[in-house]
């Protein structure tokens, strides 16, 4: 399997590849939810159709500059990391820093979700945006951990190279700490499942509470797009890429996605963990847990070496 980089064009296919992905994750969510009032395969689209209708939301002195940029911040954070994504044999941005640009691609959704929640200037969107800060304090440090893993396995920063490095044992196999961390880190960057308290019930909906119209579909797609960004690069970091037998590497990629994404759309049964549970939690379990996982991957480098 060879990974290369595509034309400057090639972001718009992808983007539409990330989106297809996201209305999937859509509609899984729409399956597990309780008695829809629609199809599952057609509510998220009569969802998006409605919230297009619906008129936006006035506060009183908002900041709408901000407030815009911090609910579109999801979406294009999310397709700035699926261009280090390869599917099969291609990636639009093959970059020899790729793991450290998911990251970083990341970290920017720490200003994103806190300006969806400042710009408002309303209560409840600013305590989902404080929320998603304390949140981002737990998940990054295990997050950034769980990334370098599989980096120091392969011995390079690119993602194709961690992809190819995974013949014949994918890294889940031997890494499945790193790989479980990272997969939450994805819910809690996507503030989804138990991780979701910047739009919780409690409060309103969070940073959600007074986003109407295109600004909420906006955001409810970000949340979408960044699971299955997510979920891509589990597959390109843990999973092998577009590795299997019979079938085109591009299709094992989507498929070993959708199963990924899946997963991850199921986990909105679990219970929401507050902000200080998950940095007890982040702090205290995972982040020692992955440090020994890192240790144990570079044990195995240096005997090999």
Do not use: C, H
Request: aromatic share 10%; proline share 7%; glycine share 10%.
């Amino acid at each position: 399997m060879t990974v290369s980089g595509a034309p400057v064009w090639a972001v718009v296919p992808a983007a539409a590849v990330l989106l297809a992905l996201a209305w999937s994750a859509a509609v899984l969510d729409a399956v597990l939810d309780a008695g829809p009032a629609a199809p599952a395969r057609t509510r998220p689209l009569a969802e998006a159709a409605r919230l297009m209708r619906q008129a936006g939301r006035t506060t009183v002195a908002p900041d709408r500059l901000l407030w815009r940029l911090g609910t579109a911040g999801g979406l294009v954070a999310a397709l700035l990391m699926a261009v280090v994504v390869p599917v099969g044999g291609t990636v639009v941005a093959d970059l020899p820093v790729g793991i450290v640009w998911f990251n970083a691609v990341d970290v920017t959704l720490w200003a994103a979700v806190w300006l969806a929640g400042w710009g408002p200037n309303s209560v409840y969107p600013l305590v989902g945006g404080y929320r998603f800060v304390a949140q981002a304090l737990g998940y990054e440090l295990p997050l950034m951990f769980a990334l370098t893993a599989p980096a120091v396995a392969a011995e390079s920063l690119r993602v194709g190279d961690v992809v190819r490095a995974q013949q014949p044992l994918w890294f889940a196999v031997w890494m499945p700490v790193a790989f479980l961390v990272f997969l939450g880190s994805v819910a809690a960057f996507s503030m989804w499942g138990p991780f979701s308290s910047p739009v919780g019930r409690d409060a309103a909906g969070g940073v959600l509470a007074e986003a109407a119209g295109v600004d909420r579909l906006l955001v409810l797609a970000g949340r979408y797009a960044l699971l299955a960004a997510g979920a891509g690069m589990a597959v390109a970091l843990f999973l092998g890429g577009g590795a299997g037998p019979w079938l085109p590497g591009w299709m094992w990629s989507l498929l070993k996605t959708l199963a990924v994404l899946a997963v991850l759309v199921a986990l909105r049964r679990l219970p929401v963990l507050r902000p200080e549970r998950l940095a007890s939690l982040g702090w205290l379990v995972a982040l020692p847990a992955v440090l020994l996982q890192l240790l144990v991957v570079a044990a195995v480098m240096v005997w090999k070496g």
